[in-house]
């Protein structure tokens, strides 16, 4: 079995941004995976082409996990394959890491930085800064932040193989996720006294909008912590209102 190279595991990473381009109901990010690892099992297999297709077929299997944190999934299943583990041996590990990578994710990415992000970027927009300043805010935080985890994710699957657990244990990605959802509340209370404050914003936009305002909140307080991922909601919320405001204003 050939070593990996530099160059296979710079095309296994640079595909991991496509893994969901063949999202599908029967093998969810499956197919995206298998095409991740090719650079890889191209390289490690090269003399023994049966294997290769062996593997590939592996990877072609059902697999979900968060697609940033999918990436912990594809270098350890590259360090496994690489250390020539038998395929049900693999199976096993992906099958059993796919649950806490979705988890993980979900709670961090979706739940947390997304929002958190765009609450930033609407404060810059209300403080006065163009809106092409608060757009490039945006995708230079929150792509610096996404990269920054899948480059994470793949070098700790690499290194640790099937040990990963105890890395992803050790990074503590759930205080991260608290200690983001922070922030974001701490951003949206910018955000909102920015609104409340500013020469444009609800002090002068008349009395209906205040009781909507009012409204809101009681209604953020009362049921904004049972609903699925309320910091989303939030933002959507928003996002919405500011924007129909702009349109009737």
């Known amino acids: 079995m050939a070593p990996l190279s530099r160059r296979a595991l710079a ?3 640079a595909r991991s941004f496509l893994i969901q381009g063949s999202w599908n109901y029967r093998t969810m990010l499956g197919s995206g995976f298998a095409f991740a690892m090719l650079p890889g099992l191209r390289r490690l297999f090269r003399d023994d082409p049966e294997a290769m297709v062996a593997s590939v077929r592996r990877h072609l299997e059902h697999f979900n996990a968060h697609p940033y944190l999918s990436d912990v999934a594809l270098g350890a299943a590259l360090r496994l394959e690489a250390d020539g583990e038998d395929g049900d041996t693999v199976r096993r590990f992906k099958t059993a890491l796919r649950g ?4 993980l994710g979900d709670a961090l990415v979706w739940a947390s930085w997304l929002p958190a992000v765009s609450v930033a970027a609407l404060s810059l927009i209300w403080l006065g800064a163009p809106g092409w300043v608060a757009v490039l805010a945006f995708l230079g935080i929150y792509n610096a932040g996404h990269i920054g985890l ?3 994710g793949f070098r700790a699957g690499l290194q640790e ?3 990963v657990g105890r890395r992803l244990s050790d990074a503590s990605l759930g205080v991260w996720t608290e200690r983001v959802r922070a ?3 701490g951003l949206l209370g910018l955000l909102v ?4 404050a500013a020469d444009h914003g609800l002090r002068a936009a008349g009395a209906h909008w205040g009781v909507l305002a009012i409204v809101a909140f009681l209604a953020g307080l009362l049921v904004g912590p049972r609903l699925w991922r309320p910091a989303a909601v939030v933002v959507v ?3 919405a209102l500011l924007a129909t405001w702009g349109l009737l204003t």
């Open 183 to 185: 922030a974001s509340a």
């Open 100 to 103: 806490p990578l979705g988890g």
């Open 237 to 239: 919320a928003a996002v």
């Open 11 to 13: 095309a296994t990473f």
């Open 193 to 196: 006294g920015i609104v409340l």
């Open 161 to 163: 193989g099937s040990g």
């Open 150 to 152: 899948r480059a994470w």
